[in-house]
């Protein structure tokens, strides 16, 4: 036991002060043991090796002995007996080999040597125990057999002699058993005999000591090298063990020396079935490979595609040449790293940058695009190309009636629909809400684009019968043609757009293509811009506010305002109208300025902990001076800056990029919050998340109503849960309408909940009523 003590005190020892100056006695004094771990798995190694000669010892003893007493001693007590050494027999056999089933590399603790020292005390005082009883309740013995058969024991003792405790505890306990039951069983008249067994026992014990020894000398030779090698072993160990890094190296034939167990998992292959290949062939016969590792010099993070049991893993390798002091090569050695769960969630996202997630239709950046390409080719060509904007008429009343689940799958219907009936004619995508888009790349039949405008409004006017409920819509479509009302996209997109208005202020189902009278009718939006400018200050505008709740408390910890508009003579009008106006109108600087002011100074009324969240309009973002609109509003609430969160969409990404990113950084140089709104919903930010300037993302409610129903959505949003994490931004779900929705997003990572289930937006007077609430009760079935 002394030894393994020093053993540990050795093993505690910090590998890093072990590897240097060899000249250091102690250094010295340390190379000439194996690591006490080492010394652990060698001693369970050996006492598994004997399990099964030692166990038939024991039962082969212990069934004589009961032969040799079963007229004196009670049946099933000898039946017990027995029953009780072969199941502990086999239980130690059965640990033994547990514990002996791990790598090399893994080392033993303590408590296993420990255990199986106790182990076989156990064992020794169980077979010993009858003998004893057999004395004690007067029956004869025959104590020449018995000894002998107690001699065979203590002979099988050799199992455990390479634990020096474990043998002392082994024949101490079979000598003094017999001893006991000896000198009870036949007073002084067995003392002679017992001399003789004292004296067997301990020259037994010395030579099993000496056994021990000589065991722990061999152990020592064998791990001399590994002892050397530890500093190294143990950094190796470190950096295989921390990520999805591996090692490896080659001779100057390209061939495996070295290779990591983790390289031979992503190959599906053995570590020695490894060495002696072509790192090449390994990897696939990557004629590449071969080429950069011929040319024997330096190379860092080349990807490489790597099939193992019919899947495919991304690579990144590294490596560098090993030069000898005579100059010549020698091989390589590198290391390699896993990057297919991070080319994966990349490839989801970018996946999700293009496709609308709820319809699989290409989302509104996708559609700039292809119209982007389609005017190209008309201009050169001279065939008009069109874009169709369309509108679902009634839409809104199915999700406030039936709820958004019913009207997601009415989208969806509505897309297949539609992509059915324009067919290889065009594109069909989703721009948003129940906003579609057809590009069409020839329009030169004017006819023809009505006729396949009237089809496309019959066929969406079909019923739709979800879930047994039948739900009617209309369609309202406008259409531009390119270059002839407009030679870029951004005019195309406006007129087609005012060409839908026109469709939709004539009724339902109904189709228009653009005509210069609509710019008259656009003088309506002007008289409105006039009423705005007129409301603007005035108590036609308000804010409501809708809350937001821990995921993991179910706590208010902030609110989102929203501003509201009703006219005095029009009545409530909606963001959606009215914020377009402003923003082109230039009217959102001042309107967003009220917003903060107000927002700032309602704040003020919550207690500390409590934010507030206001949006900010990408045309605001592009206003130099919006840092100092922000910076005092906040003065005048007075305010701290980390009580506001400033929400911006993706939007601000298309046009005036770095301008908003600079504002952004400025406004975040004040302390505020810089929320991402409406993550994945249309346009690609992903290259902005790593300018430092947001710090959170809020998932748009598509995403959570469509993850009760697709995995492919759920997968997105693990994807974005692991970008923001990796960018360590809080996550947000809006949307959320159900416990079901409640606990899906807690589950994959959202941190805070947004949504109807929480409550609706709501006037300041009624924010202060359910601040500080719980809503736990709200989320029960």
């Known amino acids: 036991?002394?030894?393994?003590?020093?053993?540990?005190?050795?093993?505690?020892?910090?590998?890093?002060?072990?590897?240097?100056?060899?000249?250091?006695?102690?250094?010295?004094?340390?190379?000439?043991?194996?690591?006490?771990?080492?010394?652990?798995?060698?001693?369970?190694?050996?006492?598994?090796?004997?399990?099964?000669?030692?166990?038939a010892t024991q039962t082969i003893c212990a069934v004589?002995?009961?032969?040799?007493?079963?007229?004196?001693?009670?049946?099933?007590v000898l039946l017990g007996w027995l029953g009780l050494i072969i199941a502990a027999t086999y239980i130690s056999a059965r640990w033994l080999n547990r514990t002996t089933m791990v790598r090399r590399s893994d080392q033993q603790p303590v408590m296993k040597i420990r255990i199986a020292a106790l182990d076989g005390a156990i064992r020794a005082a169980l077979w010993i125990a009858m003998p004893v009883y057999a004395a004690l309740s007067g029956a004869p013995i025959n104590y020449a057999f018995t000894g002998g058969l107690v001699a065979m024991m203590m002979v099988s003792g050799i199992s455990v002699a390479v634990i020096p405790a474990a043998i002392t505890l082994w024949i101490s306990l079979l000598g003094a058993g017999l001893a006991f039951a000896a000198y009870y069983g036949g007073g002084a008249m067995a003392f002679p005999g017992i001399a003789i067994l004292i004296a067997y026992s301990g020259a037994a014990l010395v030579g099993f000591l000496l056994l021990a020894r000589s065991w722990q000398g061999q152990i020592d030779r064998a791990g001399v090298l590994a002892a050397k090698r530890s500093d190294i072993r143990y950094l190796l160990q470190e950096y295989e063990d921390r990520g999805a890094g591996w090692l490896w190296?080659?001779?100057?034939?390209?061939?495996?020396?070295?290779?990591?167990p983790r390289m031979g998992e992503l190959v599906g292959a053995a570590t020695y079935q490894l060495l002696g290949k072509p790192l090449a062939t390994v990897l696939g016969n990557k004629q590449s490979l071969s080429q950069i590792l011929a040319n024997r010099e330096r190379f860092d993070k080349i990807e490489l595609e790597v099939g193992a049991e019919n899947k495919c893993r991304w690579v990144t390798l590294s490596g560098?040449?090993?030069?000898?002091?005579?100059?010549?090569?020698?091989?390589?050695?590198?290391?390699?790293?896993?990057?297919?769960?991070?080319?994966?969630?990349?490839?989801?996202l970018q996946h999700l940058a293009n496709l609308d997630v709820l319809t699989g239709l290409p989302n509104r950046s996708r559609v700039r695009t292809l119209l982007d390409t389609a005017l190209s080719e008309a201009k050169q060509k001279n065939i008009p190309c069109a874009i169709m904007f369309l509108d679902l008429d009634g839409f809104k009343p199915v999700n406030d009636t039936f709820g958004h689940p019913k009207g997601d799958a009415v989208l969806k219907t509505v897309g297949r629909r539609l992509r059915d009936l324009v067919g290889p004619r065009g594109t069909v995508g989703r721009i948003g809400g129940d906003e579609?888009?057809?590009?069409?790349?020839?329009?030169?039949?004017?006819v023809g684009v009505e006729a396949l405008a009237e089809k496309l409004i019959a066929a969406v006017s079909e019923p739709y019968?979800?879930?047994?409920?039948?739900?009617?819509?209309?369609?309202?479509?406008?259409?531009?043609?390119?270059?002839?009302?407009?030679?870029?996209?951004?005019?195309?997109?406006?007129k087609a757009d005012l060409a839908l208005y026109q469709a939709k202020s004539l009724g339902r189902a109904t189709f228009c293509n653009f005509d210069p009278q609509m710019q008259v009718d656009a003088e309506e939006r002007v008289r409105l811009e006039h009423d705005m400018r007129q409301a603007i200050g005035t108590d036609q505008f308000h804010l409501l506010y809708q809350p937001l709740v821990s995921s993991s408390t179910q706590r208010v910890t902030g609110f989102e305002a929203l501003l509201r508009w009703n006219h005095p003579s029009r009545g409530p009008i909606s963001p959606a109208v009215f914020i377009p106006i402003a923003e082109e109108s230039g009217l959102i600087e001042e309107l967003g300025a009220w917003v903060l002011r107000k927002a700032c100074i309602d704040a003020t009324t919550w207690p500390d902990e409590i934010t507030v969240a206001v949006n900010v309009s990408p045309v605001q973002l592009v206003v130099p001076a919006l840092p100092n609109t922000v910076s005092g509003a906040l003065q005048k609430a007075?305010?701290?800056?980390?009580?506001?969160?400033?929400?911006?969409?993706?939007?601000?990404?298309?046009?005036?990029?770095?301008?908003?990113?600079?504002?952004?950084?400025r406004l975040r140089g004040l302390g505020v919050g810089i929320a991402l709104d409406d993550f994945g919903t249309g346009y690609s930010s992903l290259g902005y998340?790593?300018?430092a300037v947001f710090h959170k993302l809020k998932i748009d409610g598509s995403f959570v109503r469509n993850a009760a129903t697709q995995e492919e959505t759920i997968s997105i949003i693990k994807a974005i849960v692991m970008l923001a994490n990796s960018f360590r931004l809080t996550i947000t779900a809006e949307g959320v309408e159900t416990a079901e929705d409640f606990n899906r997003m807690r589950d994959l990572g959202c941190d805070q909940i947004q949504g109807y289930l929480f409550g609706r937006p709501m006037p300041i007077e009624r924010t202060r009523e359910i601040v500080g609430s719980k809503w736990e009760h709200r989320l029960v079935g």
Do not use: W
Not at 252 to 259: A, D, G, H, I, R
């Open 689 to 691: 998340l790593n300018k």
């Open 465 to 494: 019968m979800i879930d047994n409920v039948q739900i009617r819509i209309g369609l309202s479509i406008g259409c531009s043609y390119g270059p002839i009302d407009g030679d870029t996209v951004d005019d195309l997109v406006r």
């Open 64 to 76: 004589v002995f009961a032969l040799l007493e079963y007229r004196h001693l009670p049946m099933l």
């Open 320 to 348: 560098s040449p090993i030069i000898d002091e005579d100059g010549q090569f020698q091989g390589y050695r590198g290391v390699g790293l896993d990057i297919t769960d991070t080319k994966s969630s990349h490839a989801k």
């Open 1 to 55: 036991m002394a030894a393994q003590d020093s053993l540990r005190v050795r093993e505690a020892q910090s590998p890093m002060r072990r590897k240097n100056d060899s000249r250091n006695p102690a250094h010295r004094i340390e190379e000439r043991h194996a690591p006490a771990g080492e010394v652990r798995n060698a001693q369970l190694t050996i006492l598994s090796r004997f399990t099964l000669y030692s166990g």
């Open 436 to 446: 579609f888009a057809i590009v069409l790349d020839d329009a030169q039949s004017r």
């Open 638 to 665: 007075r305010m701290p800056a980390n009580r506001l969160e400033l929400e911006v969409t993706e939007s601000v990404f298309m046009s005036g990029a770095g301008n908003a990113v600079d504002v952004l950084k």
């Open 249 to 260: 190296q080659v001779d100057s034939q390209f061939q495996l020396t070295y290779v990591s």
